[in-house]
């Protein structure tokens, strides 16, 4: 029996969704080491808790380094947790994120689902570093820090190489104009020009492809990795191209939204954000795209998805936040004029939770698209369309 506090060397055997190394003891049992290890490599690790099943462990030494490990190019990546898998190069990162999904995926659907997964499509970042156009930093006496991954202590910040230039640069200027807490700071991906959310600043943002410029303010909900964003959307776009009358669920400022209204579509675009309602309601305005509604609505709620079932769209987005949206199949399910989903997911095995009462009633999976929006990370965006049976 193993303890807190036990220093063992194990072998990874490989990554797991959320980016813990997975090891099993002689014994078989399971150990899942904390992200920031890759497979096949001989790892020291101090178990952290020890609970029926399974042991959750830190590495404390890499024994045998994996031949994808390099050196992390970010001074502050011993303490800083921001980008716990830039020690590999941009390109191993998004084969190993497709390694992981390809992992994760039939486990989230249980052993026996019987579904047909499509073959997966991946999408890299444009950049592998300095992708973010928006980031937080903790501002303490004017200086920019980072929450510390061992521990709650702030790491002062000299850079972050995943901000984009200009935004890194003006760091620690921004940083200066702030009290202290914890901020958001962004920049526009046309002009470079940079703000907090403080203040009244509104920043241009295109979307070359749909001609379209939006103005957001830098506190408003919006895909960091903007170039990316432009293959996410068209991706998302063209999975529904046929349908008239879309709802997107979890809209935000109306990323695909704004698009799809600009290509004619009917939107309904539902957020939870009163702000971000209204950003979306502006900017329609000011692009003429009248033939988007934004509505302030809790899509926790009843209420909420009665609107959405009266608007009667034959396709929808979703894109909820990390978190998932509990209950959402069976409320999808109840809608008789949907046809296509197009689930966007930054944690795909709460979607397929999400899902499963619409898998289960016949619905397929007839495509699946990786977007590395977060090289660096583990973390993926995750285009899912799903049909009526
Ligand atoms: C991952 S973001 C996606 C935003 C947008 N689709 C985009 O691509 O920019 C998730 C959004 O869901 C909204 N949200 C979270 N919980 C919600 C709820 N219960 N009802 C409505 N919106 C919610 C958040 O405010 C956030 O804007």
């Known amino acids: 029996m193993n303890s807190m506090g036990d220093v063992l060397t194990l072998t990874i055997e490989k990554i797991l969704w959320r980016g813990r190394g997975l090891a099993r ?40 380094p994996s031949p994808l490990r390099g050196v992390h190019p970010c001074p502050h990546a011993a303490d800083c ?92 200027d921004l940083a200066k104009t702030l009290p202290d807490g914890r901020f958001t700071i962004a920049a526009s991906p046309d002009t470079g020009q940079t703000a907090t959310e403080q203040g009244d600043v509104l920043l241009p943002f ?35 191209d046929g349908f008239e009358r879309i709802a997107d669920l ?27 309602v209204t950003t979306g309601t502006r900017n329609a305005k000011r692009l003429n795209l009248d033939s988007v509604t934004f509505r302030d609505a809790n899509l926790a709620r009843p209420a909420a998805w009665k609107m959405v079932g009266d608007f009667a769209p034959r396709a929808a987005i979703l894109d909820p936040p990390r978190t998932g949206a509990k209950g ?26 999400d899902a499963k009462p619409l898998l289960a009633a016949g619905w397929r999976i007839s495509s699946l698209t990786l977007f590395d929006m977060f090289p660096g990370t583990w973390h993926m965006e995750v285009l899912m369309i799903l049909e009526r049976p």
């Not at 103005?215 to 529904?240: E, I, K, M, Y």
């Not at 400022?253 to 309904?268: I, Y």
């Open 250 to 276: 979890f809209c935000g400022a109306g990323n695909f939204a704004l698009p799809l209204a600009s290509r004619g579509k009917t939107v309904l675009a539902v957020e939870g954000s009163l702000p971000a």
């Open 81 to 172: 947790g921001g980008s716990r898998f830039g020690m590999v190069a941009p390109e191993t990162g998004t084969q190993l994120k497709a390694d992981i999904l390809r992992d994760a995926l039939p486990r989230a659907l249980g052993r026996d689902h019987g579904l047909h997964i499509p073959e997966l499509r991946v999408v890299p970042s444009p950049k592998g570093w300095r992708y973010r156009l928006r980031g937080q930093i903790h501002v303490r006496s004017g200086r920019p820090h980072a929450m510390g991954h061992a521990s709650n202590d702030l790491v002062p910040l000299t850079d972050c190489l995943l901000l984009c230039e200009p935004l890194a640069k003006a760091m620690p």
């Open 328 to 353: 959402i199949g069976s409320t999808l399910l109840g809608m008789p004029s949907l046809e296509r989903l197009a689930w966007v997911s930054c944690d795909v095995v709460n979607t397929i939770r």
């Open 25 to 64: 003891l002689d014994s078989g049992q399971v150990v899942m080491i904390e992200p920031g290890v890759l497979p096949e490599e001989v790892v020291s690790v101090r178990v952290t808790k020890a609970a029926k099943d399974f042991l959750q462990a830190e590495a404390v030494r890499i024994l045998t």
């Open 206 to 240: 295109s979307f070359p492809e749909f001609g379209l410029t939006l103005q957001l303010p830098p506190g408003t909900f919006f895909q960091a990795n903007w170039a990316l964003n432009q293959h996410l959307v068209r991706s998302t776009v063209d999975a529904l």
